[in-house]
């Protein structure tokens, strides 16, 4: 078909506009954002006096992550047949409960995508939250035996706040990715 562009080289967005893709979905923003985090907080927990070992570290550790969840987005993509630049942007378009996709195979590559998130949830319930809770609120035990009350309170707020983030966040999510996959089903019949 001449003047049809190619789907890896234009993607059209929920309204029909064109869209190359969010400067931040691309992999080295990614490895940038984990790396900035990562020296961040080592920094704030070790002081500055640590931060060629610290900024050594952050490296290896963006380099790891980012290898992982690119890894991931292009297994996603591969599962529910879509290019690996269109995951994050599925994605979003579920976490903010936005509006369905007018393109049946979008549609259909989406609630793929919804199931595969849905089952790894499922899979995954039954020891990510008690792994959670056991390294984010036992942790600040150990602070309290080794003598560092400050540390271990702080750890503990942290573990507390992070935990409840979690849970929320969890059930927000599955509800959008129900509501989508409804929205989806009714208006295309993918069952």
Known sequence: MRGTPRVAEVVM???????????????????????????GIRLALNG??????????GIFYAAFMTWFLMRRRRKDARAVGTEPDRVPEMERRIARNG????????????????????EKLRRSRRWAFPLLGL?????????????????GLWM????????????????RFVRRMAAMRQRIEGVGGYA
């Open 13 to 39: 967005g929920a309204k029909g506009q064109r869209s190359y893709g969010r400067w931040q979905d691309r992999w080295w923003v990614l490895g940038l954002m984990l790396l900035i985090v990562w020296v």
């Open 48 to 57: 500055w006096s640590s931060w060629p070992g610290i900024l050594i570290g």
């Open 99 to 118: 509006e369905a996709p007018d393109d049946p195979a979008e549609q259909e590559a989406m609630v793929r995508l919804i199931r595969r998130r849905e």
């Open 135 to 151: 390294i984010f609120i036992g942790t600040p035990f150990l602070w309290f035996a080794s003598g560092n009350v400050p540390a």
């Open 156 to 171: 503990l707020g942290f573990g507390v706040v992070f935990m409840g983030w979690m849970i929320w966040f969890n059930r």
